[in-house]
C-alpha cells in the first residue's frame, strides 16, 4: 500500500512562487520514481516533474524548465516542487505521484495523492 499526501497549493499572483510538498508511506520502497501532474479545466493531465529520489536524470516538461524545481527531503519519502516566477497558464490542481519507473510514472500507472489546487491571477 503507498499512500501520497500532497500539501502547499495556493494562490498567488503571476511572477509569484509556491512550494509542493509530497510525502510518501511506502513500505517496500516499490515507487522510488516520484514526481507531480497538473490539469487545468479542460485540459489533458500532463507530467510537470518527476525524478528517482535516489538520483539521476530530472524530467521536466518544457512549459516549466527553468522555472520549477523538484528535490528531495533527507529522506526518499518527502519530495519538494518549488515553482517560481508562476504564470497564469500554471493555474491546474497538481497531484503528486509515484511509480516504481519512469515510465509507469509518464503513463500514469503509478499512485495517486490528492490534488493541491494552484492558481495564478491578478
Known amino acids: 500500500q503507498v499512500l501520497l499526501v500532497g500539501s502547499g497549493g495556493g494562490s498567488v499572483q503571476p511572477g509569484g512562487s509556491l512550494r509542493l510538498s509530497c510525502t510518501k508511506s511506502?513500505?517496500?520502497?516499490?515507487?522510488?520514481?516520484m514526481g507531480w501532474f497538473r490539469q487545468a479545466p479542460g485540459k489533458e493531465r500532463e507530467a510537470v516533474a518527476g525524478?528517482?529520489?535516489?538520483?539521476?536524470?530530472?524530467y521536466y516538461h518544457n512549459s516549466v524548465k527553468g522555472r520549477f524545481t523538484i528535490s528531495r527531503g533527507d529522506g526518499h519519502n518527502t519530495v519538494y516542487l518549488q515553482m517560481n516566477n508562476l504564470k497564469p497558464e500554471d493555474t491546474a490542481m497538481y497531484y503528486c505521484?509515484?511509480?516504481?519507473?519512469?515510465?509507469?510514472?509518464?503513463?500514469?500507472?503509478?499512485?495517486w495523492g490528492q490534488g493541491t489546487q494552484v492558481t495564478v491571477s491578478s
Open positions: 511506502d513500505h517496500g520502497d516499490s515507487s522510488p520514481y
Open positions: 505521484s509515484a511509480a516504481k519507473y519512469s515510465g509507469d510514472f509518464l503513463a500514469e500507472a503509478g499512485y
Open positions: 525524478f528517482y529520489t535516489s538520483g539521476g536524470s530530472i
